[in-house]
């Protein structure tokens, strides 16, 4: 069965400071990858999207992802964090087809 | 009255009743969805109607059931439902759904606390 994993449910940073937020999925067929991101009272919007060709993904508020298809995981980067950056990330992923699967989220806590 | 609305904002049911969640937009989008957020579990996509035709269909138990007369509204009956049911389901809407599966970016309701005795 298709699962996304978020290993991480909580994770304050430090403004300026670099994040990672991991994900990894289990799949062995071709998928789609992204990442959305919940700020607080406010819907779902995109930050990034694998769906072929080069394996570092750049997405917008200076966030980028690396597609790792031997480690199965997309984890989301950013080198330096803004308060603004709080909010609550989704990983998620579209096999061919129609099923969506999301991860359990994780909310990270910028820090003045 | 704009944006996203849905009614009723509580609804406690028991698992024989039947009810239906309302949604309704008011923002000219084409697409329209519906989420189930549990304590401690992964928002769940449940289904996503794009031009009124349901797209997407993630393995949701039959005794939930959507409904999409019109572009501006979406409903979700419920019938013979569990205990674990009990969640808030959200609604939200969008201008559309890409070829990929992207969301385009996604307006919610303020969502409806269920809870099934």
């Known amino acids: 069965a298709q699962s996304v994993t978020q290993l991480d449910s909580q994770v304050p940073v430090f403004e300026e400071a670099p994040v990672e937020l991991r994900c990894n999925y289990s799949s062995s067929v071709s998928v789609y990858l992204f990442w959305y991101v919940q700020y607080p009272n406010q819907g779902l919007q995109l930050l990034l999207k694998?769906?072929?060709?080069?394996?570092l993904v750049k997405g917008i508020n200076g966030f980028e992802a690396e597609f790792n298809k031997s480690q199965t995981s997309f984890h989301l980067r950013k080198p330096s964090v803004h308060i603004s950056d709080t909010a609550e990330y989704f990983c998620a992923v579209r096999r061919t087809g129609n099923q969506f699967y999301f991860g359990t989220g994780t909310s990270l806590t910028v820090i003045p | 009255e704009t944006g996203v609305t849905q009614t009723p904002r509580h609804l406690v049911m028991g698992m024989t009743n039947k009810k239906s969640l309302k949604c309704e937009q008011h923002?000219?989008?084409?697409?329209m969805y519906w989420y189930k957020q549990s304590a401690k579990k992964p928002l769940e996509l449940m289904f996503v109607y794009s031009l009124e035709e349901r797209v997407e269909n993630n393995s949701v138990p039959s005794r939930f059931s959507p409904e999409c007369p019109n572009s501006s509204h979406l409903f979700l009956h419920l019938h013979t439902l569990q205990p674990e049911d009990s969640a808030l389901y959200l609604c939200?809407?969008?201008?559309?759904?890409?070829?990929?599966?992207?969301?385009?970016?996604?307006?919610f309701g303020p969502g409806t606390r269920l809870t099934v005795t």
């Open positions: 939200a809407s969008s201008q559309g759904v890409s070829a990929s599966g992207e969301f385009l970016k996604q307006y």
């Open positions: 694998y769906l072929s060709g080069s394996t």
């Open positions: 923002l000219g989008h084409n697409a």
